[in-house]
């Protein structure tokens, strides 16, 4: 048997065999999708003899990706593997730009504006043409139009009158993007769209294009995977239409249909068996998407037994929720005798915005977490303040970069002076830097002078920046990232400053430094999925492009930052840890045990959703992410969000009081062993053994859950003042006990 196919059931094998040129696999969660196409990559490459360099493959997720990457290395070996095109739009399309992008006028270095670059950009923006609309409005309704493929001047041709502001702002944005050679997220696609349109020959070679997700591309996107495809029009899609999530950000269900008509050989194969949850799961999931009477029935059989209900379990406000939730996840892990580990738990937010009480909830009883989505580590001051001083050195155009970093460590350069910049610059039509060093130089002056302080401090800055670029062109290598970030940190005496600004905590602070420096030197298994890449191939006919090999590390590492939603070594397998996600971000995953709480409506459905349905989508990929424990919750009062007068809140619609009855238990779950054996088939993993269960039974803070009848009423204590403030002190430590 051929180990590419072994493990794979009769519709998977079909559809990795298939010698169709165009293939859509449709199928619910669960079923093997991933799984499919990546061995779709792996027969290929060994039966159709495609060069992995020939394979466009991608994913939706850098975590996705990565997954996929360690699978094919098993499968075909890690030489073949790291040669493969393979991850998210972004990221192939950057490789592109960044090989080619001389072809369309890019300059080679150009640098990537992160979403708080592009509010600050707009912020600027919107004051100085004196514009009424909200940042992140004109962030969101620019993001869509570049999503759909529409430019400033197609929308000023199509737009009304009171739409003609947004034309306005989207124009100057541009230009100010241009000015800075930064391209935004969008831009990414937008561009690598524009150069493949007018140089197909860039991508000659590529054999077959493979897309995980299809549901949620968006019109972009599905252009892009026609372009690239554009030589043999070989495509593999994979996709289920009940989890289309990405509305809101122009994703286009309707490109199943068009991909139909384009290609009309495609051929379809279904997948019906879910592989991945308990049947009490996965029937409780079918029982809310089944609601949308709209879409054509589907079969999915399950392929493990019942296992035990999911739970809902009302608490009265949300502080008790978070708390709730410790006390399940020390008892999922304790009543399982370790079979169920701290990283197999994630909690999943319909917005991000509520994970605060949760993190500290865990926080105080010691439960370790991560946030996927929050970009936490980049976002901390000093990290962020280093990795803007890499962006100058690399491409002294950013000018919010240079914003970011003029005045710190502090210089002296005030407000005054920095408004006195920024104006003479957009005057004078030059860059911001060009700008500082005309004037530091003579060769133009603002309109005050500047203070000799100020001037002092830009000189530093200038010099400092100066020598850095010099460093950077001696180091010709991969090392240049790491090398420039302590060159930086000594010329400025970083650590002193840290000293001197931050007395309390410079520790962790300058722990946050090394950290980054670590991840810079160990560019290769650093954040995001461009790190893994090769060079893109060689293609006969099209010029290449003198590069510096320094200069192209750094901007790898920092296409990488911009990139990462998250930071995680290779290597410390992010053990241990419960994840924190939005279910935007969860999609494509799966963990042993979900939590997805604050259940009500107005949170699920959200009070601002427009599309019903792709809220109640939300919902059951939220709940198809769970193989073998999934528990519900909602605080039965949730001030300002919710929707009575004094804050109650009531069950989401989605979760019909029939839904309920059947197929949810009110309470945490007695894990008896027969239950315990369940979830040890579904992992795979070997039986506990009876001491293993029995062993932690005594630490289990089990009491805790009698503060709160099942109906989410609290029980009064003893002298009838019982608040839902349970200490989580309480739980922290091994042998949490009521005091
Ligand atoms: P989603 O729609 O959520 O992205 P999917 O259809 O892509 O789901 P996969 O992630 O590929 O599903 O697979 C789900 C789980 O089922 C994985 O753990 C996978 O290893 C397992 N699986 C898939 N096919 C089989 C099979 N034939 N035998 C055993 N396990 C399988
Ligand atoms: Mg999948």
Redesign the pocket.
Same mark, same amino acid.
Do not use: F, H, I, M
């Given at each position: 048997m051929d180990p590419i196919l072994d493990?794979?059931?009769l519709a998977?094998r079909d559809a990795v065999t298939s010698s169709a040129p165009v293939l859509q696999v449709l199928?619910?969660?669960?079923?093997?999708?991933?799984?499919? =196409?990546?061995a779709r990559v792996a027969y290929l490459l060994s039966h159709h003899g495609y060069l992995p360099q020939d394979v466009i493959c991608c994913t939706f997720t850098i975590k996705a990706s990565r997954e996929m990457r360690e699978r094919l290395a098993k499968l075909i070996g890690e030489r073949l593997e790291s040669r493969l095109i393979l991850g998210t739009f972004h990221s192939i399309c950057r490789r592109y730009l960044v090989k080619y992008g001389y072809l369309i006028g890019l300059r080679k270095g150009f640098g990537i504006a992160d979403s708080d670059d592009s509010r600050a950009i707009l912020r600027r923006i919107i004051k100085r043409l004196n514009a009424t609309i909200e940042v992140k409005t004109a962030q969101g309704k620019i993001s869509r139009h570049k999503a759909q493929g529409i430019t400033p001047d197609a929308l000023a041709e199509r737009a009304k009158a009171e739409e003609m502001e947004v034309v306005d702002v989207y124009r100057a944005y541009q230009a100010a993007l241009a000015d800075s050679s930064l391209l935004d997220y969008d831009d990414l696609l937008v561009r690598c769209g524009d150069l493949l349109r007018e140089h197909p020959e860039c991508v000659s070679n590529v054999q077959t294009v493979l897309v995980?997700?299809f549901q949620d591309t968006n019109t972009i996107q599905y252009d892009l995977m026609n372009l690239f495809a554009a030589q043999n029009r070989r495509i593999t899609i994979?996709g289920?239409p009940d989890?289309s999530i990405y509305g809101f950000r122009s994703a286009e269900i309707q490109n199943l249909r068009r991909m139909q008509r384009r290609y009309p050989n495609t051929s379809i194969v279904l =997948?019906e068996?879910?592989? #991945?949850s308990s049947a009490s799961i996965l029937k409780s999931a079918q029982d809310v998407i089944e609601q949308d009477t709209t879409r054509p029935a589907k079969t999915l059989q399950p392929?493990h037994s019942f296992g035990t209900l999911p739970v809902l379990r009302k608490l009265p406000t949300a502080n008790a929720e978070a708390t709730w939730m410790v006390l399940e996840i020390k008892r999922a892990v304790a009543m399982t005798g370790g079979l169920v580990r701290m990283s197999d738990i994630a909690v999943l937010l319909r917005s991000a915005s509520l994970s605060t009480r949760i993190e500290t909830a865990f926080g105080r009883a010691g439960i370790p977490y991560k946030m996927v989505g929050g970009r936490k580590f980049f976002d901390r001051t000093e990290v962020k303040t280093l990795v803007n001083y890499l962006r100058v050195v690399s491409h002294t155009g950013h000018a919010d970069a240079l914003l970011n970093i003029i005045n710190v460590p502090p210089r002296r350069i005030g407000d005054e002076t920095i408004k006195q910049l920024t104006g003479g610059a957009d005057k004078a039509q030059v860059p911001l830097w060009t700008f500082i060093k005309d004037v530091i130089q003579g060769r133009r002056s603002t309109e005050k002078k500047l203070q000799k302080a100020a001037e002092q401090g830009l000189c530093s800055l200038v010099k400092l920046i100066e020598a850095a670029k010099q460093k950077l062109q001696e180091c010709a290598d991969a090392s240049a990232p790491c090398v420039l970030l302590e060159h930086i940190t000594d010329s400025l005496s970083f650590q002193d400053y840290l000293m001197r600004a931050y007395p309390l905590d410079e520790d962790s602070r300058w722990a946050n430094v090394r950290e980054l420096m670590g991840q810079a030197n160990d560019a290769a298994a650093s954040v995001g999925d461009v790190a893994q890449e090769e060079d893109l191939p060689e293609i006969e006919g099209v010029e290449q492009e003198q590069s510096h090999a320094g200069e192209e590390a750094l901007s790898k590492f920092l296409a990488n930052v911009a990139l990462a939603t998250e930071a995680t070594k290779e290597g410390e397998t992010e053990t241990e840890k419960v994840t924190i996600s939005t279910i935007h971000a969860a999609?494509? =995953?799966?963990w042993p045990v979900v939590f997805i709480p604050a259940v009500y409506n107005g949170s699920i459905p959200h009070s601002r959703a427009e599309v019903i349905d792709e809220e109640r989508r939300l919902l059951y990929?939220a709940m198809? #992410?769970a193989q073998a424990l999934l528990y519900l919750s909602l605080p039965l009062r949730q001030p300002r969000l919710g929707e009575g007068e004094d804050g109650s809140t009531t069950l989401t619609p989605f979760l019909t009081p029939k839904l309920v009855k059947e197929r949810f238990r009110p309470k945490g779950p007695q894990l008896q062993e027969k239950v315990i054996y369940a979830i040890a088939d579904i992992l795979r993993r070997p039986r506990p053994t009876a001491d293993d269960m029995y062993k932690d039974l005594n630490s289990l803070p089990s009491t805790l859950d009698d503060r709160w009848t099942a109906e989410g009423e609290e029980k009064k204590d003893e002298d009838g003042q019982w608040k839902d403030a349970v200490d989580p002190n309480d739980l922290a430590g091994s042998n949490p006990k009521r005091r």
């Open positions: 493990g794979l059931n998977q199928a619910p969660p669960g079923s093997g999708k991933t799984k499919t =196409l990546t995980d997700e994979v289920d989890q =997948l068996s879910n592989y #991945r392929t999609k494509g =995953l799966e990929v198809t #992410r």
